[in-house]
């Protein structure tokens, strides 16, 4: 922690003042004489410093000449720490002792990971500990694979190759002579990791479908005595229960839990769930139908629940078993359909109970596994499997990316993890590493101010004799539900003077933050005017891990737009910032669309990007090395400045029109059955910035 002097800063100069004044002459003070400058050793923000500041004042007037629609802002930090910035690797996964993943900027000390050693002949996949976990700012460079796998390390990283572990960089003598990466090289490990499916109503009925269909017990019987309707499923595993209960509950199906066997000397204790009211009964029956014309979804969740129901994975084979042909061929489908390759065994049974085994080793396995996401996590482990080099590993390219970016990095009980994929060394050399506190900034000052009065001040404007209760925006500027904010804490106390005051407001966000505040803006929304907007540019997911890889995912925001939705709010989505070239294909804005009107959004609004000076020679750098033949087309589109041509705005206007129309998503009507009000966006014209 020091100690600076803050007399040379001040507020920007468009900046006026609550009461309506124009900005004063010199610009006003932002902060009182003497700030505090903090760096933290938590690695969640690497590479920042905090600027704590105490602001003069905090409800800022927007200049005239400006295009957006509103008057009046609060922005309770300047900088940001979303990190929308290219290739920072602490969203690098790294595979969890339960067979999941995991961002290495999310892991914490004590959590059980997988490392390798070496057992006999073989070096092998063990469970081990973090014991560590910091960040530090160098020179980046990208190690892509055969595979098309990305990893984003410092030239001081190894990696285990087919020939041992080597550095990214190197030199064959002098004083920096050490083993070194070469595309001569193969890594060792299992591939680069799926993404997992989407907790969709899909998923869920896939799932179940393929859990009652090869557990379970469904049937209606017809006694002397009269008919009985019963649903039963008893399970070992209680992870793959409480899934089946709760998806079966989200449907409207209540069942009840009882204990269906006690434990023995030799076997585990069994739980399981019932029902035996006709109606659950029918529902169940329903939920479980053979769709026509399955969707991916669907079939991630049915491969997910059958692989619990009726799979194994022992001494590295991986099988489900069944009897019943569509079941079977169901499942054959699905695998191939996802490009698993899997044959059929029947061992000659009288019950007909043959085997799906899936071929392609360890690499599909765990394939499998992340796509579909079972529940049951022992039947995930990979402890004890040897290490070998089956999947396309071989090293194609090793490039410095020329800037200097935060880099993760952990210490584990076995000198080792796997880092999407790859066996990745830990580094023990903690004394060389910087600790700093928040991500690299958007304006990559690696510098955020924050107003820690920003509550009180709002409060106190919100009651001066001057102030008319007019609409104030938020996030307009810098997000005001960055990484920053989950630290500071700042918009709890800035929403409840708001509410107090019962004054209009709205948000722009793309973090997920915004859910924890939930209750506070139910409550604001009872006395006034809350509008809730988000920023999904795409929901291409190798696009946003170039872009904007510290933000939350545009699944994740997806998802909160639902949970807001869900709330009552009527949520307003910009489909920003659009990328010409990158995401601005037919195929693109579909896919976007699609999916902002099925997280049930109210509106959607195009953004063409922004380049402002600063982040335009950045992002010409960036994109001259990963998409060198789209430099001519950016040339000649923001020749005359930061901006599009209108004529490429209104084109895109056009088409996420035509977008929203053939996905339903229409602007709603004043009359409509809403509680809350459109949140306001932006005009088309006024375009969102990358950075």
């Not at 899997?342 to 360890?362: I, M």
């Not at 994740?556 to 070239?581: C, K, M, S």
Request: overall charge positive; charged content about 25%.
């Amino acid at each position: 922690m020091g100690v600076m002097r803050w007399e040379n800063l001040s507020a920007p100069p468009d900046e006026g003042h609550p009461d309506g004044s124009a900005p004063a002459t010199p610009p006003l003070p932002l902060a009182l004489p003497g700030a505090i400058a903090r760096t933290f050793d938590t690695p969640g923000f690497a590479g920042m410093t905090f600027y704590e500041v105490r602001a003069k004042s905090i409800i800022n007037k927007v200049p005239g000449a400006s295009r957006v629609p509103f008057e009046w802002t609060i922005n309770p930090y300047r900088g940001c720490s979303h990190a929308c910035v290219y290739c920072v690797s602490g969203d690098t996964p790294v595979l969890m002792a339960d067979g999941r993943t995991k961002p290495i900027s999310e892991l914490e000390p004590g959590d059980r990971i997988y490392g390798t050693a070496q057992q006999g002949a073989y070096r092998r996949y063990v469970v081990t500990t973090v014991l560590d976990k910091w960040s530090t700012t160098k020179p980046a460079y990208r190690v892509t694979l055969e595979d098309g796998t990305s990893l984003i390390a410092s030239g001081d990283h190894r990696f285990l190759s087919e020939r041992g572990w080597k550095y990214v960089t190197g030199a064959m003598n002098g004083q920096g002579q050490r083993p070194y990466l070469t595309t001569n090289n193969r890594l060792i490990g299992t591939g680069r990791f799926a993404t997992g499916p989407k907790e969709s109503a899909d998923y869920r009925r896939g799932y179940l479908c393929g859990m009652v269909r090869g557990d379970a017990h469904l049937g209606t019987h017809t006694y002397s005595y009269g008919t009985v309707h019963r649903f039963r499923l008893a399970l070992v595993d209680d992870e793959a229960l409480q899934r089946s209960e709760r998806y079966l509950s989200e449907a409207g199906v209540e069942t009840q839990r009882f204990s269906f066997s006690a434990a023995s000397r030799t076997r585990q204790a069994v739980a399981a769930i019932r029902t035996s009211k006709q109606r659950h009964i029918e529902m169940i029956s329903q939920l479980i139908r053979w769709p026509a014309d399955p969707t991916d979804d669907w079939r991630l969740g049915f491969l997910a629940g059958i692989f619990d129901a009726e799979g194994s994975c022992s001494r590295g084979v991986f099988r489900i078993s069944n009897g019943d042909d569509a079941i079977l061929d169901q499942t054959a489908a699905a695998l191939s359909r996802f490009g698993f390759t899997a044959v059929l065994e029947d061992p000659g049974r009288p019950n007909r109970v043959r085997q799906l085994r899936l071929t392609g080793g360890l690499p599909e396995r765990l394939r499998f596994f992340h796509l579909t996401d079972p529940a049951i996590t022992r039947k995930r482990s990979i402890e004890g499997a040897a290490l070998k080099c089956q999947a396309r590993l071989r090293v194609t390219s090793i490039e410095a990316l020329g800037l200097e970016l935060p880099l993760w990095d952990i210490t584990t009980g076995t000198g080792d993890f796997i880092a999407n994929g790859v066996v990745s060394h830990n580094c023990f050399a903690r004394n060389t590493h910087t600790y700093l506190d928040l991500d690299a900034g958007a304006d990559f000052d690696r510098k955020v101010i924050v107003k820690v009065n920003a509550g009180e001040l709002v409060r106190r404007e919100l009651a001066a004799p001057r102030w008319r209760g007019a609409q104030i925006a938020m996030g307009t500027n810098v997000d005001c539900y960055q990484r920053a904010e989950g630290r500071y804490r700042l918009m709890p106390p800035i929403i409840e003077a708001l509410r107090d005051f019962a004054n209009p407001f709205s948000i722009l966000t793309k973090g997920t933050l915004i859910l924890r505040d939930l209750p506070l803006l139910r409550q604001a929304a009872e006395v006034t005017r809350v509008g809730v907007s988000y920023s999904v540019g795409f929901v291409d997911e190798a696009l946003w891990r170039a872009v904007e890889p510290g933000t939350p995912s545009p699944r994740r925001r997806l998802d909160a737009v639902r949970a807001l939705t869900d709330a009552g709010f009527e949520v307003g989505v910009l489909v920003a910032p659009i990328l010409p070239g990158l995401s601005d294909s037919d195929e693109s804005i579909d896919a976007t669309v699609a999916a902002v009107a099925a997280a049930g959004a109210a509106s959607v609004t195009p953004m063409a990007l922004h380049l402002r000076p600063g982040a335009r020679e950045w992002y010409a750098h960036w994109l001259a090395r990963e998409f060198p033949h789209l430099v001519p087309r950016y040339r000649e589109l923001y020749r005359a400045g930061a901006y599009a041509p209108q004529a490429y705005q209104r084109e895109l206007t056009a088409r996420v029109r035509i977008a929203a129309r053939r996905h339903g998503l229409h602007r709603g009507e004043r009359g409509d059955n809403r509680r809350l009000p459109t949140p306001e966006a932006p005009p088309a014209a006024e375009q969102l910035s990358l950075l």
